[in-house]
Nanobody, 121 residues
């Protein structure tokens, strides 16, 4: 069974940095898309950044130039380096991946349990 396990959340002052990690494990043949979403209190979950096919990156306009997504394909791990954090970045950050478990299966979508990021002075 595929699992996504996030780590690296926490509290930081405005202007600070955090690095999130998400490790995918279980029966994985291929990861098509992997990335990060976030959900602030009272708001809908929104895309933060994704990597498709191991190289094509997509970022929300609100984080461009501040956040960087990267992967370690050998470890099936995705990272989100977050710099110049703002109070509006406060949210629960979720890892998401579209994974093919075997040559006989179709792609399935998976979510991690979420990690809290709080930006406050």
């Amino acid at each position: 069974q595929v699992q996504l396990v996030e780590s690296g959340g926490g509290s930081v002052q405005p202007g600070g940095s955090l690095r999130l990690s998400c490790a995918a494990s279980g029966g994985i043949l291929y990861i098509n898309v992997i990335g990060w979403y976030r959900q602030a209190p009272g708001k809908q979950r929104e895309l933060v950044a994704t990597i498709t096919g191991g190289s094509l990156t997509t970022y929300a306009d609100s984080v461009k130039g501040r956040f960087t997504i990267s992967t370690d394909n050998a470890k099936n791990t995705v990272y989100l380096q977050m710099n110049t954090l703002k109070p509006e970045d406060t949210a629960v950050y979720y890892c998401n991946a579209e994974i093919k478990g075997s040559i006989f299966s179709s792609y399935r979508n998976y979510w991690g349990q979420g990690t809290q990021v709080t930006v406050s002075s």
